[in-house]
């Protein structure tokens, strides 16, 4: 035979049912009603774990201005991505993504490589590199 729920388990119920309404009311008032509230909780997608982090997309353009997606692994003469170092599978920049293309302009002489970089910042993703600026030209003396 079951014993009647006593006050204090009530109580207890009571208290989880309310944290959790306040924590999901936070998102939901923003998202779905777009409402700020400086009361409620603000998701955040980063806050510093994975704020290391770019996505890269390496194209070579042809002169016609068409292009095609360039895997960095395969050029750089790397079978698995994970036989390559660190550094070339974990972008965390876009200066980094810049100096992999470099290198992989040396595997391609003459060829136009252009990257397109996003990268994790505390206000979202933000394209820092927009695939403009061939990476294999000459860097004249000035400039970055």
């Keep these: 035979m079951e014993s009647p729920p006593r006050p204090r388990d009530a109580l ?11 924590l999901g009311a936070g998102p939901l008032v923003r998202q779905v009603l ?10 955040v997608m980063f806050t510093g774990f994975g704020l290391d982090v770019c996505t890269v997309d390496y194209r070579q353009v042809d002169e016609d201005g068409g292009s095609i997606h360039l895997d960095r692994f395969a ?4 079978d698995r991505p994970r036989d390559a170092p660190r550094s070339t599978w974990r972008v965390q920049s876009a200066d ?14 003459g060829a136009d490589i ?4 996003r990268c994790a910042r505390r206000s979202g993703w933000k394209t820092e590199r927009k695939a403009d600026t061939n990476l294999c030209a000459p ?3 000035g400039e970055g």
């Design 114 to 117: 252009r990257v397109k970089a």
């Design 12 to 22: 207890r119920l009571l208290l989880l049912g309310l944290g959790a309404l306040y």
């Design 75 to 78: 050029v750089l003469g790397y």
């Design 34 to 43: 777009g409402h700020q509230s400086d009361l409620l909780p603000q998701w």
């Design 139 to 141: 860097i004249v003396q």
């Design 96 to 109: 980094e993504a810049d100096r992999i293309g470099r290198r992989m302009c040396k595997k391609r002489p």
